[in-house]
């Protein structure tokens, strides 16, 4: 579990400015019930991986055993989905998303688009959290970052919420290098399809996605991809000679690139839609603990190369609110310009 000495490391101030759920409300009747938990992208990526592994953990123990389903609405990264469940999706204790690790500074710097508050969802646990991988393929003749300011390369991306299109434009407003995102595929294990079949030549995601999907790409004395810049706190423990950006980029940037790089504590995990009934929502996170602390997640994870790295719902609510209330205006207009251009 990470503790609040960790998050504070992180740079993210903690206060509440909405109330979780209290575990003394009534019990929710779950049995004979379905519940279905929606996510933004395909069934490929992380995303997938991990919804399905809580669909089929997560009701262990939930009391009632009731069934659980995944279902997915891709689109702009992730953002198609967040508009859906904050307007549209049933708020009967019976749904719930899986929330892209981009959707709060989505919400910041694209107003007009997101239509939707994370204040107003509420948190039920995270399972992970990960930074942001930049991979180029090895026939590019790019090894490490600084050759992406002489060669154009065409990056695969889901769409304008989808840390694809956000990291890669990020680097060529800060470090003048010539990357072009090419926009419009469905989840990352497409937009690595496109990567692999030669159609795009490198892309950005978690490292998570790449080691499970393609870990074959970054071994041998010739790589078929270069691991060659990561987005994040601090350095993935797995990856300590990639540069982090916040490393490279001129320091006055650090605070745009701390707001942006705090995506990644949001991780993997579930969160109720607005109007969600408080007594299902302190029976999910109750289940939630206990499934994060189960051997046989534990175990599961690891046999689908993912890692367990949870959170609980207190934590990340907090991270996800006071990241809204005391976002500067003058780094969200600054990290706009730099990714979106406006």
């Given amino acids: 579990m990470i503790g609040k000495t960790k998050i504070a490391l992180f ?15 009534a019990a929710f009747d779950f049995a004979g019930k379905q519940i279905t938990i929606v996510i933004g992208y395909g069934f490929g990526g ?9 669909a089929e953990h997560l009701k262990k123990h939930i009391p009632g055993n009731p069934n659980i389903i995944v279902s997915s609405r891709p689109g702009a990264g992730g953002m198609k989905m967040t508009n859906f469940a904050a307007k549209a999706l049933p708020a009967n ?40 991988i930049m991979v180029i393929r090895s026939d ?52 690595g399809l496109s990567v692999e079949q030669g159609e795009n030549l490198g892309a950005a995601f978690n490292w998570l996605f790449w080691k499970s999907k393609y870990e074959r790409w970054f071994q041998g004395d010739k790589p078929f991809a270069r691991a060659v810049m990561q987005m994040g706190m601090k350095k993935d423990p797995e990856l300590p000679n990639v540069p982090l950006l916040s490393d490279i980029a001129d320091s006055k940037y650090k605070p745009m690139i701390d707001f942006i790089g705090a995506m990644g504590l949001i991780g ?16 999910m996170q109750v289940a939630w ?25 207190a934590t990340v609510q907090k991270v996800v609110n006071d990241a809204i209330a005391k976002a500067s205006p003058e780094v969200i207009s600054m990290a706009s310009k730099a990714i979106y251009g406006k």
């Avoid at 992380?46 to 809580?54: A, D, E, L, P, W």
């Avoid at 892209?100 to 039920?124: C, G, H, N």
């Avoid at 579930?270 to 302190?282: D, M, N, Q, R, V």
Wanted: glycine residues 10%; positive net charge; charged residues 20%.
């Fill in 11 to 25: 740079g993210v101030a903690l206060g509440v400015t909405g109330m979780l759920a209290s575990p003394a409300s």
């Fill in 46 to 54: 992380t995303y997938g991986k991990y919804s399905r592994m809580f």
């Fill in 93 to 132: 204790g019976l749904n719930y998303i899986v929330p892209p690790d981009s959707s709060v500074i989505v919400q910041l710097m694209r107003p007009e688009k997101a239509k939707y508050d994370m204040r107003k969802f509420t948190w039920i646990g995270s399972a992970n959290q990960t930074n942001v």
């Fill in 140 to 191: 590019t003749g790019v090894k490490k970052w600084q050759d992406l300011r002489n060669k154009t390369i065409p990056m695969g991306s889901t769409g304008l919420g989808s840390t694809a299109y956000i990291m890669p434009n990020l680097v060529n407003s800060l470090l003048g290098t010539k990357m072009k995102v090419v926009s419009g595929y469905k989840g990352s294990s497409k937009t």
């Fill in 268 to 283: 993997r995990g579930l969160a109720a839609p607005p109007g969600t009934p408080k007594e299902a929502i302190s029976v």
């Fill in 289 to 313: 603990e206990k499934m994060v602390k189960d051997p046989e997640f534990i175990s599961d994870a690891k046999k689908r190369k993912l890692r367990v790295i949870a959170t609980d719902a």
